[in-house]
């Protein structure tokens, strides 16, 4: 958030809203990695499913983005 305003100038708005909206992100960032960790049990499997997993999340966030 501090590098985006210095270096690109973004403007964030309200600076608690956009906080908050950081710190929900990172809940959510870490409820999916302790969710993978109890699904998946072996390093092949989370090298298996992360490619997919990564492209449906992409083309999910190019979709909302429109």
Do not use: N, Y
């Amino acid at each position: 958030m501090g590098i985006g305003s210095l270096v690109f100038g973004a403007q964030w708005g309200d600076s608690l809203a956009a906080g908050a909206l950081i710190a929900v992100w990172a809940l959510v960032g870490t409820g999916a990695g302790i969710l993978s960790g109890a699904l998946l049990r072996t390093p092949e499997q989370v090298h298996a499913i992360g490619p997919a997993v990564g492209i449906g999340l992409g083309m999910l966030g190019v979709a909302c983005g429109r």
